[in-house]
């Protein structure tokens, strides 16, 4: 077919973010032990109870198995082949921007995320991680102005250790799965961010990911804390480049919410996805769970996923506190050999809770997408309710969609709801639109935009704009 | 059949055309000239090939030309993309318009406007000067403006896809006009919607060949030619009264003019 042809054509964009820095990088060895994690930890000059939350889960990790229950493929990950720790040399202490090394303000640049006073975003508050390290956090006086912390987790840890000690792990233990316990004994760093009591974080918050070196992996830890009647929106982009390696990216993601407490939770994933054969890209296994502790609290996570060769991914919510609400909100766009498995948990624990699911799959190429999802109600979850609703959408015949819905109810006096469905971008379709001047890939694009159309008007404003373009750009041939 | 002198030169020439899907010979030899402020009818059997005929002027990617040529405004245009058929003036009405979902109708109208006005080298329009133009053109079609903000196509019932085909014919303004059974599945007061709108649409500068298997669109529309297709071939071309014939006579007496040729 003319057709088929021409998707193929059409859904081969090369990756815009695929440049590396050039710079001096301190690493440490190759490999995993405890004397490595006692060196990461010393690095980063951590309190005793962190190394020992590192050991533990080292110990943990050291007895546990990689799953194999995702609907993916790939070879055995060797994790004495990694380097844990990587780091642009830099003055040890930073005080201002001015000292940051252009080199790496150039990158952010680069990427669209300029950090430097006179060119940062307006109204978003960035925290620029590069490799293993927080490079630069924009804003943080304005913040402190209405206590808002956002800052490194590394930071946190030297100044808000109690915050640490209290919080962290409370959401994903190391115990939790085998990339969560690695995660927790070799974590880098990440952003950590606390509002306090009835505030309105005045604006988002955002943290970009880049990984740099081709064999360092990155382990970012992040650490959201809404107090009482408080409310966040925060953000996260990650790009990386052009490897033939395939870099391991396990980061963990714990977001609390108390009374009344609102997190809204938005990423746009683009790591470099391998090449059309499948050499290289980033294997993303990453752990998101928050934790609707207080009543009326609400957490909402919405995700546009389009980069990595493998995403392993289930943004969930643990429903806990009376009425509170979970939403999950997501698009995920493979193409080539990408594969990707996602979705998310809801766990009704409390009455009158409430989750809504929202999952948007594009297929291509010869890409396999996989939503996997599961919908808990507890014993205690009287009057509460789920809605999912999971949309798969293939373009071109050698791509594949699956759809894996659990439910599990222990509460008749619940309302659980699943909606699925599958389409295809049809040849008349395609013709109808073509047969009005619109350009054969602004079709594409157009129905792609249609179809995630319920997703991105949860995103914030300038993401979602930046989504329509990534999804057009992952499926346009015309712009390099 | 064209014999008389034109003052113009023919917005399309279909010469000699065959073509076939999945090797499935359904056009064999079709011929056939526009002239602007002509008004052509088609009319014939199911599955005699008119939706064809239609579809490959306007380049749909299933059908392969075989043999023969189409000229739009001298041009060969056999190899050209569908999108560029439309920005140069090509305009089909659906028989059965398809429905996107999620693609909300005014912005459909407004890129397809935009891509025709581009190749016109006109200014495209923003949303809001494209609010004010569609505004204008709904009321040829006596549209509601609550069809904007629908997904194409999506939920609409057949007379309102019908009008929406004409709707776009309308911001389009396109030099030629095949509208593929336009009438089929209207009532009384949408066929006459609909027959108004294209007389508005169309002027001494625009050719129209309207597809139909009935008598009461002609009626509102008066073509200046007919053709009767029939197992891809037009078997006889006459003026408007052959129409009257067809309807009085019924396709069986077609069959006569095959075995005559």
């Known amino acids: 077919m003319v057709n088929e042809n021409l998707v193929k054509d059409v859904v081969k964009e090369p990756y815009k973010y695929g440049f590396v820095t050039d710079i001096e990088t301190e690493k440490i060895e190759k490999g995993l032990s405890e004397d490595i994690i006692k060196l990461i930890s010393k690095k980063k000059e951590e309190p005793k109870f962190l190394l020992d939350f590192r050991l533990k889960a080292f110990q943990k990790w050291q007895k546990m198995k990689e799953p194999d229950w995702a609907a993916l493929g790939y070879n055995k990950i060797d994790y004495q082949d990694i380097i844990y720790y990587s780091a642009p040399k830099q ?62 987790i590394s930071e946190a840890v030297k100044n808000h250790a109690d915050l640490i000690e209290k919080y962290l792990g409370t959401v994903v233990p190391a115990s939790d799965n085998y990339f969560a316990a690695l995660n927790s004994a070799v974590f880098s760093d990440g952003s950590f961010v606390y509002i306090p009591k009835g505030v309105t974080c005045p604006m988002d918050l955002s943290s970009y990911f880049r990984i740099n070196s081709g064999d360092s992996g990155q382990f970012e830890r992040t650490l959201i804390i809404a107090e009482e009647s408080s409310s966040v929106s925060y953000l996260e982009g990650c790009t990386a480049p052009m490897f033939d390696t395939n870099t391991l990216h396990a980061a963990v993601v714990e977001l609390i919410a108390l009374d009344d407490a609102s997190i809204k939770y ?141 439910i599990k109810s222990q509460q008749p006096n619940s309302e659980i709801e699943h909606e699925a469905s599958t389409c295809r971008i049809s040849e008349d379709q395609l013709f109808y639109l073509q047969s009005r001047g619109i350009e054969f890939e602004e079709a594409v694009s157009m129905m792609v935009s249609g179809f995630c159309r319920d997703v991105f008007n949860q995103l914030p404003m300038e993401f979602a704009a930046e989504a329509d373009k990534l999804l057009a750009l992952k499926l346009e041939g015309s712009v390099g | 059949m064209q014999s008389k002198m034109k003052e113009s030169d023919p917005i399309l020439e279909v010469e000699n055309l065959s073509a076939s899907t999945d090797n499935l010979p359904i056009l064999k030899g079709v011929s056939l000239t526009v002239y602007p402020g002509e008004i052509h009818a088609i009319m014939g059997r199911n599955g005699c090939g008119k939706s064809t ?203 006569n003019f095959i075995k005559e040729t």
């Not at chain 1, 620029?128 to 956002?150: K, N, P």
């Not at chain 2, 508005?200 to 597809?211: F, M, P, R």
Request: charged share 25%; glycine share 8%; with cysteine.
């Open chain 1, 91 to 152: 003055k040890e202490k930073i005080s201002s921007l001015d000292e940051v090394d252009p080199k790496l303000l150039e990158t952010f640049d680069k990427l669209g995320i300029p950090l430097t006073e006179q060119k940062k975003l307006t109204n978003v508050a960035v925290d620029a991680v590069f490799d293993s390290v927080s490079i630069a956090t924009t804003f943080r006086e304005e913040l402190a102005e209405h206590g808002v912390i956002f800052c490194s």
């Open chain 1, 266 to 406: 938005s990423t746009v994933q683009n790591w470099y996805a391998g090449d059309e054969e499948g050499i290289g890209g980033i294997f993303n296994f990453v752990t998101k769970r928050g934790k609707c502790l207080g009543k009326r609290s609400k957490i909402s996570w919405s995700q546009v996923e389009t980069g990595s060769a493998i995403t392993w991914k289930y943004p969930s919510c643990i429903l806990l506190g009376e009425e509170s609400v979970g939403e999950f909100y997501s698009v995920a766009l493979t193409n080539n050999l990408q594969q990707a498995d996602t979705g998310t948990k809801m766990i009704h624990i409390g009455p009158k809770t409430k989750s809504t699911i929202v999952s948007k799959g594009i297929s291509a190429g010869n890409s396999k997408n996989s939503y996997r999802g599961l919908v808990k109600m507890g014993t205690k979850a009287t009057g509460s309710r789920n809605y999912s609703q999971c949309d798969s959408m293939l373009i071109g015949d050698q791509a594949s969609a699956n759809t894996f819905p659990y």
């Open chain 2, 53 to 255: 005929l239609s579809k490959i002027i306007a380049g749909h990617p299933s059908y392969k030309i075989t043999n023969g040529d189409i000229k739009f405004l001298g041009e060969n245009i056999n190899s050209l993309e569908p999108e560029e058929r439309s920005q140069s003036g090509i305009f089909l009405g659906f028989q059965y318009p398809i429905e996107i979902p999620g693609v909300s109708n005014l912005e459909f109208l407004r890129v397809s406007t935009n891509a025709r006005r581009k190749f016109l080298n006109k200014e495209e329009l923003d949303t809001f000067d494209f609010e004010e133009l569609v505004k204008e053109k709904l009321e040829i079609v006596k549209m509601d403006h609550a069809f904007l903000s629908r997904s194409v196509n999506q939920g609409f019932s057949g007379g309102e896809k019908k009008r929406n085909e004409i709707l776009q014919m309308a911001l389009l303004e396109p030099k030629i006009a095949i509208l593929d059974e336009t009438d089929s599945g209207l009532d009384i007061d949408a066929l006459r919607i609909v027959a108004s709108g294209i007389k508005k649409i169309s002027n001494a500068q625009t050719g129209i060949i309207l597809i139909t298997h009935y008598q009461r669109l002609l009626d509102e529309i008066k073509p200046n030619y007919v053709h009767v297709m029939s197992d891809g071939q037009i078997i006889k071309t006459g003026e408007s009264d052959l129409a009257l014939e067809l309807e009085e006579k019924g396709y069986e007496w077609t069959d």
